[in-house]
């Protein structure tokens, strides 16, 4: 939980929007924890990446991302049950990852 936590303070510095962390420990065994952030731009998506990765490496991991800007979408295994979900703001609405991970917690919501 802690480096999820962290996460969303990175995103939320780097001007994400609507910032969710969600708890799926126990829905899930891939991940135990998602964190979903709007972003309005691919500078700023390739911003989050870069933030991401210096986070994650200072506190001992490695973050490795899919995807690019321009698909609306980007993941980052973030290491430590974590995944990061950068999306522009049609894909998020498209795939409402919210929606389909109803049943888990929502912990944290920094609109």
Known sequence: LERARM???????RQAEDVVLLDLTSLAA?????????????RQGRAVIDAVDLAVSVDGGNARAEGNGEDGWILIDCG???LVHLFSLEMRAYYNLEGLWSRAQEVVRIQ
């Open 7 to 13: 996460l969303l303070d990175v995103l939320v510095d």
């Open 30 to 42: 891939f991940a135990d924890y998602f964190v979903i952030a709007t972003v309005d731009n691919i």
């Open 80 to 82: 430590a049950g974590v």
